[in-house]
Protein backbone atom coordinates (compact mmCIF):
# COMPACT_ATOMS: atom_id res chain seq x y z
CA UNK A 1 0.00 0.00 0.00
CA UNK A 2 1.50 3.22 -1.22
CA UNK A 3 1.88 6.05 1.67
CA UNK A 4 0.68 9.62 0.25
CA UNK A 5 2.16 12.70 1.69
CA UNK A 6 -0.48 14.68 2.29
CA UNK A 7 -0.56 18.70 3.26
CA UNK A 8 -0.32 19.61 6.84
CA UNK A 9 -3.33 21.19 7.88
CA UNK A 10 -4.41 24.73 7.41
CA UNK A 11 -4.03 25.91 10.80
CA UNK A 12 -0.49 24.25 11.38
CA UNK A 13 1.08 26.39 8.69
CA UNK A 14 -0.42 29.84 9.80
CA UNK A 15 1.22 28.83 13.08
CA UNK A 16 4.60 28.39 11.55
CA UNK A 17 3.88 31.73 9.60
CA UNK A 18 3.26 33.71 12.65
CA UNK A 19 5.90 32.39 14.71
CA UNK A 20 8.08 33.12 11.78
CA UNK A 21 6.36 37.23 11.42
CA UNK A 22 7.19 36.98 15.59
CA UNK A 23 11.09 36.49 15.10
CA UNK A 24 11.18 38.87 12.28
CA UNK A 25 9.19 41.66 14.06
CA UNK A 26 11.50 41.20 17.47
CA UNK A 27 14.60 41.06 15.27
CA UNK A 28 13.69 44.68 13.63
CA UNK A 29 12.85 46.01 16.66
CA UNK A 30 15.90 44.67 18.21
CA UNK A 31 17.74 46.77 14.91
CA UNK A 32 15.79 49.54 15.57
CA UNK A 33 17.07 50.11 19.31
CA UNK A 34 20.75 49.29 18.75
CA UNK A 35 20.47 52.33 15.69
CA UNK A 36 19.28 54.52 18.44
CA UNK A 37 21.77 53.82 20.98
CA UNK A 38 24.31 54.37 18.73
CA UNK A 39 22.85 57.71 17.53
CA UNK A 40 22.71 58.90 20.83
CA UNK A 41 25.86 58.20 22.08
CA UNK A 42 27.72 59.91 18.66
CA UNK A 43 25.54 62.96 19.03
CA UNK A 44 26.51 63.04 23.00
CA UNK A 45 30.53 62.93 21.66
CA UNK A 46 29.36 65.65 18.96
CA UNK A 47 28.12 67.74 21.88
CA UNK A 48 31.60 67.20 24.50
CA UNK A 49 33.83 67.87 21.21
CA UNK A 50 32.21 71.14 20.67
CA UNK A 51 32.29 72.06 23.95
CA UNK A 52 35.72 71.38 24.00
CA UNK A 53 36.32 73.21 21.02
CA UNK A 54 34.19 76.36 22.23
CA UNK A 55 35.55 76.77 25.71
CA UNK A 56 36.42 79.81 27.21
CA UNK A 57 40.16 81.05 26.89
CA UNK A 58 42.58 80.81 29.05
CA UNK A 59 42.87 84.12 31.46
CA UNK A 60 46.70 86.40 29.55
CA UNK A 61 48.40 88.26 32.34
CA UNK A 62 50.63 91.15 32.15
CA UNK A 63 53.78 90.85 34.55
CA UNK A 64 55.66 94.34 35.44
CA UNK A 65 58.94 94.91 37.11
CA UNK A 66 59.20 96.11 40.43
CA UNK A 67 62.94 96.88 42.46
CA UNK A 68 61.91 97.06 46.67
CA UNK A 69 64.87 98.86 47.47
CA UNK A 70 64.75 99.12 52.17
CA UNK A 71 62.11 100.86 54.21
CA UNK A 72 63.25 102.63 57.21
CA UNK A 73 61.93 103.01 60.79
CA UNK A 74 59.31 99.96 60.79
CA UNK A 75 57.56 98.86 63.96
CA UNK A 76 59.96 96.60 65.87
CA UNK A 77 57.46 93.07 65.94
CA UNK A 78 60.22 91.13 67.69
CA UNK A 79 61.06 92.04 71.31
CA UNK A 80 63.43 89.23 71.92
CA UNK A 81 65.74 88.80 68.83
CA UNK A 82 66.15 90.64 65.78
CA UNK A 83 63.78 91.66 63.47
CA UNK A 84 64.34 89.90 60.12
CA UNK A 85 61.95 91.31 57.48
CA UNK A 86 60.93 90.36 53.87
CA UNK A 87 58.51 91.74 51.32
CA UNK A 88 55.03 90.08 50.01
CA UNK A 89 54.46 92.12 46.60
CA UNK A 90 51.45 91.65 44.65
CA UNK A 91 48.60 93.08 42.54
CA UNK A 92 46.03 90.20 42.89
CA UNK A 93 46.39 87.84 45.83
CA UNK A 94 46.31 84.84 43.40
CA UNK A 95 49.67 86.09 41.92
CA UNK A 96 52.69 87.25 44.62
CA UNK A 97 56.55 87.89 44.70
CA UNK A 98 58.74 87.49 47.33
CA UNK A 99 61.73 89.14 48.17
CA UNK A 100 64.86 87.86 50.04
CA UNK A 101 64.90 87.81 53.94
CA UNK A 102 67.20 90.41 55.02
CA UNK A 103 68.99 89.25 58.38
CA UNK A 104 70.69 92.43 59.39
CA UNK A 105 68.67 95.54 59.05
CA UNK A 106 65.98 95.18 61.66
CA UNK A 107 63.71 97.94 61.13
CA UNK A 108 65.61 99.34 58.28
CA UNK A 109 65.70 96.67 56.23
CA UNK A 110 67.42 96.24 52.81
CA UNK A 111 66.48 94.56 50.00
CA UNK A 112 67.85 95.96 46.30
CA UNK A 113 65.79 93.31 44.80
CA UNK A 114 63.83 92.83 41.56
CA UNK A 115 60.19 90.85 41.52
CA UNK A 116 57.96 89.95 38.75
CA UNK A 117 54.36 91.01 39.55
CA UNK A 118 52.02 89.07 37.58
CA UNK A 119 48.28 90.50 37.28
CA UNK A 120 45.45 89.96 35.05
CA UNK A 121 45.50 91.86 31.77
CA UNK A 122 41.97 92.81 31.36
CA UNK A 123 42.64 94.61 35.05
CA UNK A 124 41.95 98.34 33.94
CA UNK A 125 45.25 99.87 35.36
CA UNK A 126 43.44 103.40 35.67
CA UNK A 127 41.26 102.27 37.93
CA UNK A 128 41.12 103.28 41.75
CA UNK A 129 41.49 99.37 42.97
CA UNK A 130 44.10 98.44 40.69
CA UNK A 131 47.43 98.74 43.03
CA UNK A 132 50.49 97.39 43.59
CA UNK A 133 50.72 96.58 46.81
CA UNK A 134 53.42 95.78 49.45
CA UNK A 135 53.14 93.74 52.75
CA UNK A 136 56.41 93.27 54.95
CA UNK A 137 56.27 90.78 57.49
CA UNK A 138 58.82 89.60 60.24
CA UNK A 139 60.40 85.79 59.54
CA UNK A 140 59.98 83.74 62.44
CA UNK A 141 60.19 79.77 63.49
CA UNK A 142 56.83 79.81 64.45
CA UNK A 143 54.46 81.94 62.56
CA UNK A 144 55.19 85.01 60.30
CA UNK A 145 54.52 88.31 61.85
CA UNK A 146 53.02 91.32 59.78
CA UNK A 147 54.80 95.08 60.29
CA UNK A 148 52.86 97.15 57.65
CA UNK A 149 51.68 97.86 54.43
CA UNK A 150 51.96 100.16 51.55
CA UNK A 151 49.91 100.45 48.21
CA UNK A 152 50.57 102.72 45.21
CA UNK A 153 48.78 103.04 42.68
CA UNK A 154 49.15 101.44 38.60
CA UNK A 155 48.18 104.99 37.41
CA UNK A 156 50.34 106.52 39.18
CA UNK A 157 53.57 104.98 38.59
CA UNK A 158 52.75 102.82 34.85
CA UNK A 159 52.88 105.48 32.19
CA UNK A 160 53.53 103.16 29.13
CA UNK A 161 56.09 103.75 26.26
CA UNK A 162 59.07 101.94 24.90
CA UNK A 163 61.17 99.99 27.64
CA UNK A 164 64.54 100.76 25.46
CA UNK A 165 63.94 104.62 25.01
CA UNK A 166 65.43 106.57 28.48
CA UNK A 167 62.95 109.22 27.94
CA UNK A 168 60.12 107.39 28.39
CA UNK A 169 61.75 105.25 31.18
CA UNK A 170 63.73 107.47 33.38
CA UNK A 171 64.21 106.31 37.09
CA UNK A 172 61.88 106.77 39.38
CA UNK A 173 62.09 106.13 43.07
CA UNK A 174 59.47 106.59 45.34
CA UNK A 175 59.28 106.88 49.43
CA UNK A 176 55.25 105.59 50.56
CA UNK A 177 53.94 105.56 54.13
CA UNK A 178 54.28 102.10 55.44
CA UNK A 179 50.66 101.13 57.71
CA UNK A 180 50.52 99.24 60.22
CA UNK A 181 47.52 96.59 60.41
CA UNK A 182 45.47 98.62 62.92
CA UNK A 183 45.76 101.27 60.68
CA UNK A 184 48.78 103.74 62.12
CA UNK A 185 51.80 104.83 60.27
CA UNK A 186 54.40 103.61 61.12
CA UNK A 187 58.14 103.77 58.83
CA UNK A 188 58.31 103.96 54.94
CA UNK A 189 58.99 102.23 52.05
CA UNK A 190 61.78 103.17 49.21
CA UNK A 191 60.76 101.31 45.80
CA UNK A 192 60.96 101.76 42.28
CA UNK A 193 58.42 101.28 39.16
CA UNK A 194 59.67 101.58 35.73
CA UNK A 195 57.38 103.80 33.87
CA UNK A 196 56.63 100.90 31.09
CA UNK A 197 56.78 98.08 33.33
CA UNK A 198 60.34 97.21 32.54
CA UNK A 199 63.48 98.53 33.39
CA UNK A 200 65.30 100.04 30.59
CA UNK A 201 66.16 97.51 27.86
CA UNK A 202 70.02 98.23 26.49
CA UNK A 203 69.76 98.39 22.77
CA UNK A 204 73.27 96.50 22.39
CA UNK A 205 72.51 93.95 24.55
CA UNK A 206 68.77 93.99 25.52
CA UNK A 207 69.73 93.36 29.02
CA UNK A 208 71.10 94.31 31.87
CA UNK A 209 74.88 93.67 32.36
CA UNK A 210 76.03 93.53 36.54
CA UNK A 211 77.76 96.78 36.25
CA UNK A 212 75.10 98.75 34.59
CA UNK A 213 72.30 97.24 37.32
CA UNK A 214 74.58 97.87 40.18
CA UNK A 215 74.96 101.38 38.77
CA UNK A 216 71.40 102.21 38.16
CA UNK A 217 70.46 100.67 41.96
CA UNK A 218 73.17 102.87 43.28
CA UNK A 219 71.79 105.97 41.10
CA UNK A 220 68.14 104.79 42.61
CA UNK A 221 69.60 104.83 46.66
CA UNK A 222 71.08 108.38 45.60
CA UNK A 223 67.61 109.33 44.79
CA UNK A 224 66.01 108.04 48.08
CA UNK A 225 68.74 109.59 50.17
CA UNK A 226 67.40 112.81 48.78
CA UNK A 227 63.75 112.28 49.46
CA UNK A 228 62.76 110.48 45.99
CA UNK A 229 61.61 113.36 44.28
CA UNK A 230 64.28 113.56 41.64
CA UNK A 231 64.63 111.62 38.69
CA UNK A 232 67.34 110.03 36.90
CA UNK A 233 67.26 109.46 32.97
Same mark, same amino acid.
Do not use: F, Y
Given at each position: MEEHFLPKPISSNINLEWKALKVFYIADVGRQ? $????? /???????? @?TSDFRLTKPPADRFK? $?????ISAQDLKNVKHVTKMRTYAVVYVEKDHVA?? @??? /? @???VNPTWNEVVKVRFNEG???NDVLAALNVDIYAHGHVREKPVGSARVLLCDVL?????????????????????RPSGRPHGLLNLWVPPTGRFLIRRESLSFSVKETKEEVAAAEEVVAEGGKREVG
Open positions: L $IGKAT /DHRHRRMS @HE $IEVLIKT @HVD /D @HGGLPEKGGDASEPLDNPIQCLTVQVW
